[in-house]
C-alpha cells in the first residue's frame, strides 16, 4: 500500500473541497455514509474488504491491518450489522487511521464517544454471521465508487473521497493552492470588502454573456 502520500508541509489542512475543487474527477463517496464516531477526519491507504451480512472477513482485516490504514468495506449497503465496539478497539489498538462500512454499524453508545474516524451506512443491533472468510484486498464498491487496495481514502465533515496514490500528490499540492487561496479571500473579505475584491466577478461575469471562455480567478 501507498502510504508515503504526503501534503505539502507548508500547505495546513487540505480538505475534500479543497481536493474537488482541483480534481472534478474524484471519487466521492455517497453522502449515505455518515460518520458514527466523535471524528469524522481520517486519512490512509485503503485496505479494502467484501463481505456479505458476514463479519469474520472484517475481524481477519484488522487482524492484518497496519498502522494507518483506513478498512473500507464493501457491504452491499446491508442494513446487517459488520462491525461494533469490540471492532472499533480493535483498530484502535492497531493504529488504524479509520473504518468505513457499506452496510450498518452497531455499539453507538460507545461508537458516539470514539475517536476512531467510523462510517456507516446503517445502523443496527442485528449482527451477521461469521462462516465466510470474505475478500480482502481486491477492489471493492463502497459508497457507490470503485476503491482499489491501497487507494488514498480522505474525510472530513464535508464527505469521503477516495485518490489514486499515484496522482495523489499533484492533487494534494494543487489543493494546497486553493486553501492558501482562500486564506486570503478571507483576510480581505473581513476588512469588509466583497468578492468583487477577490474574485474576476465582472470580466468574468462579461465573458460569459458575450458567450467567450472564462474562468473565474483569484485576484488578491
Known sequence: MNDQVQTPASAGPVDTCAICDVAKHTRV???????????????????????????FGLILAIEQAKAGDVIVVDGGGSQTALAGELFARAALAR?????????????????????????????SPMAGATQRLG????????????????????????????????????TL????????????IIEVLATGAGLRACLNVDEHAAALASGQASTLRVIV
Not at 481486491?138 to 477516495?162: K, Q, R, S, W
Open 29 to 55: 463517496m455517497s453522502d449515505a455514509l455518515r460518520c458514527r464516531s466523535a471524528n469524522p477526519n481520517l486519512r490512509g491507504p485503503a485496505l479494502t474488504v467484501r463481505c456479505r451480512d458476514d463479519f
Open 95 to 123: 493504529g488504524v487511521a479509520g473504518i468505513i462500512v457499506d452496510a450498518a454499524y452497531r455499539d453507538l453508545a460507545y461508537v458516539a464517544t470514539c475517536e476512531l474516524p467510523i462510517y456507516s451506512r446503517h445502523t
Open 135 to 170: 475478500v480482502i484486498n481486491e477492489p471493492v464498491t463502497c459508497g457507490g465508487v470503485t476503491v482499489c487496495p491501497g487507494d488514498l481514502v480522505i474525510a472530513d465533515h464535508d464527505g469521503i473521497v477516495v485518490l489514486d496514490p499515484a496522482t495523489a500528490p499533484a
Open 173 to 184: 499540492a494543487a489543493a494546497a493552492q486553493v486553501k492558501h487561496a482562500e486564506a486570503r
